[in-house]
């Protein structure tokens, strides 16, 4: 069993950048595919970026490549996501997956364990 906690979501201008933490409950948080998914208002839930168990593989949705980063912590059982040069379509709120699968899937059904999501605003 996972619980995941998001943090570090508000309101920031266009060009801006935020980090988000997603801290994870459990002793086999190193066993687990991490991934960040966001959702904006009236839309599905999307794909952002993945890690692996290690952190030796990540994967981007192809609209935040090159602006936002994953990595994770396994000693501080958290995982990150830098997001740099933000746009107002960024705005949605954001939440924190875990899978128990040696792949970084990219397709929100993959994942078992979700947090309760954080918002981020990107004001024009």
């Known amino acids: 069993q996972v619980q995941l906690v998001e943090s570090g979501g508000g309101l920031v201008q266009a060009g801006g950048s935020l980090r988000l933490s997603c801290a994870a409950s459990g002793r086999t948080f190193s066993r687990y595919a991490m991934g960040w998914f966001r959702q904006a208002p009236g839309k599905e839930r999307e794909f952002v970026a993945a890690i692996s168990w290690s952190g030796g593989s990540t994967s981007y949705a192809n609209s935040v490549k090159g602006r936002f980063t994953i990595s994770r912590d396994n000693a501080k059982k958290t995982v990150y996501l830098q997001m740099n040069s933000l746009k107002p379509e960024d705005t949605a709120v954001y939440y924190c997956?875990?899978?128990?699968?040696?792949?970084?899937?990219?397709?929100?059904?993959?994942?078992?364990?979700w947090g309760q999501g954080t918002q981020v605003t990107v004001s024009s």
């Open positions: 997956a875990a899978t128990d699968t040696v792949l970084v899937p990219t397709t929100s059904s993959r994942y078992n364990y």
